[in-house]
T-cell receptor, first 115, second 112 residues
Framework: AQSVSQHNHHVILSEAASLELGCNYSYGGTVNLFWYVQYPGQHLQLLLK??????LVKGIKGFEAEFIKSKFSFNLRKPSVQWSDTAEYFCAVNGVSGGYNKLIFGAGTRLAVHP | EAGVTQFPSHSVIEKGQTVTLRCDPI?????LYWYRRVMGKEIKFLLH????????ESGMPNNRFLAERTGGTYSTLKVQPAELEDSGVYFC??????????FGPGTRLLVL
């Protein structure tokens, strides 16, 4: 069965610290990969996505993620976090074959950044 | 471009009652999805419309849930009768074919 695993449920960092959130997926075919973010009181919004090409993907607000196919991973990184990055982060995957669009989400990681 | 909208933002009902959630997708998006997040768990897929047709309803929990998308525009998700375990946040998303899904703000449902 398809699944997504996010390794950390809660992360607490100080401003300027580096961030890496782990994401591994289980799927037997070609996938598209996503990181969504939900800031307090706001919608889920797309941070970045990988469909094909360069496995290092740049997103909004200085975030990036690297797709490592051999490890079935798509970890999210940011070199220096800010207080405004406090949010919940979701890794998601969908299968490409047959135009299948259903997103499978991880459980989410709550990030708290202290000034 | 207006985003995905959902109504109501919150709903508190008693077990056994009926609730209808509404989703208005982004104009021009034929694909519409419903997802649900039960507290503390992952966001789970419920179903997928392409225009007015149900493409995939494999995530619908049981026959107390009924989704419709008459005319291929807005969609409704009805829960009848509601049970305690139906509490959670119901998200709607829309997209063009094979493109990024854009999410609405969600409806927080609490069944007492």
């Amino acid at each position: 069965a398809q699944s997504v695993s996010q390794h950390n449920h809660h992360v607490i960092l100080s401003e300027a610290a580096s961030l890496e959130l782990g994401c591994n997926y289980s799927y037997g075919g070609t996938v598209n990969l996503f990181w969504y973010v939900q800031y307090p009181g706001q919608h889920l919004q797309l941070l970045l996505k990988y469909f094909s090409g360069d496995p290092l993907v740049k997103g909004i607000k200085g975030f990036e993620a690297e797709f490592i196919k051999s490890k079935f991973s798509f970890n999210l990184r940011k070199p220096s976090v800010q207080w405004s990055d406090t949010a919940e982060y979701f890794c998601a995957v969908n299968g490409v074959s047959g135009g299948y669009n259903k997103l499978i989400f991880g459980a989410g990681t709550r990030l708290a950044v202290h000034p | 471009e207006a985003g995905v909208t959902q109504f109501p933002s919150h709903s508190v009902i008693e077990k056994g009652q009926t609730v209808t959630l509404r989703c208005d997708p982004i104009s021009g998006h034929d694909n519409l999805y419903w997802y649900r997040r039960v507290m503390g768990k992952e966001i789970k897929f419920l179903l997928h419309f392409v225009k007015e047709s149900k493409q995939d309803e494999s995530g619908m929990p049981n026959n107390r849930f009924l989704a419709e998308r008459t005319g291929g525009t807005y969609s409704t998700l009805k829960v009848q009768p509601a049970e305690l375990e139906d509490s959670g946040v119901y998200f709607c998303a829309s997209s063009r074919p094979l493109e990024t899904q854009y999410f609405g703000p969600g409806t927080r449902l609490l069944v007492l």
